[in-house]
T-cell receptor, first 114, second 112 residues
Framework: DTGVSQDPRHKITKRGQNVTFRCDPI?????LYWYRQTLGQGPEFLTY????????KSRLLSDRFSAERPKGSFSTLEIQRTEQGDSAMYLC????????????FGSGTRLTVV | QKEVEQNSGPLSVPEGAIASLNCTYS??????FFWYRQYSGKSPELIMS????GDKEDGRFTAQLNKASQYVSLLIRDSQPSDSATYLC????????????FGQGTILTVHP
């Protein structure tokens, strides 16, 4: 198992453009999470899936953000009409749906909106 | 009030000393507690988990949980320069069922 993979590692985009990130979780894990982290802060929850079902989405999340997990395997996170405030590290993590099971994080995608 | 709050840093300790990192949480229904270490520019990695009141030891790390006080801590014995990182406290259960809620992190520096 190669762990959680995220692609791309870095993305620079112009304000107003759409971007899409991909996450491939650990194959045995049925839960997949997206978090966002800015400098000096802890990871902020965005959304999570159990298999292909999106179980929760942060109320703070703009409708410009959407995530999918077709077939319960990889997931994509799309940000439409990017803003400078979207610049952050986007972290994907996976786990088993067992209470108390910790996450394994991917290396993250660093987004810079210019 | 933040859901998960960590002691403000940065924390600086000499090599060989005990580093003490603290965390409080607001949701009394929280059931699972985690400590993650994050090196600069890297993603968080899980170092400890604890679910029951008391202490849990793993090598140089000891996690302590007091649910009555809504308090969880991490002790690092014989601190090494390689322990220098940001330590994140995370909580699950209660209203956060299914996901982890993270604190803002405490930066630890271990100087030779």
């Amino acid at each position: 198992d190669t762990g959680v993979s995220q692609d791309p590692r870095h993305k620079i985009t112009k304000r107003g453009q759409n971007v899409t990130f991909r996450c491939d979780p650990i194959s045995e894990h049925n839960r997949l999470y997206w978090y966002r982290q800015t400098l000096g802060q802890g990871p902020e929850f965005l959304t999570y899936f159990q298999n292909e079902a999106q179980l929760e989405k942060s109320r703070l999340l703009s409708d410009r953000f959407s995530a999918e997990r077709p077939k319960g395997s990889f997931s994509t996170l799309e940000i439409q009409r990017t803003e400078q405030g979207d610049s952050a590290m986007y972290l994907c993590a996976s786990s088993l749906a067992v209470q108390g099971y910790g996450y394994t994080f991917g290396s993250g995608t660093r987004l810079t909106v210019v | 009030q933040k859901e998960v709050e960590q002691n403000s840093g940065p924390l600086s300790v000499p090599e060989g000393a005990i580093a003490s990192l603290n965390c409080t949480y607001s949701d009394r229904g929280s059931q699972s507690f985690f400590w993650y270490r994050q090196y600069s520019g890297k993603s968080p990695e899980l170092i400890m988990s604890i679910y029951s009141n008391g202490d849990k030891e793993d090598g140089r790390f000891t996690a302590q949980l007091n649910k009555a006080s809504q308090y969880v801590s991490l002790l690092i014995r014989d601190s090494q320069p390689s322990d220098s990182a940001t330590y994140l406290c995370a909580v699950a259960g209660g209203t956060s069922y299914g996901k982890l809620t993270f604190g803002q992190g405490t930066i630890l520096t271990v100087h030779p």
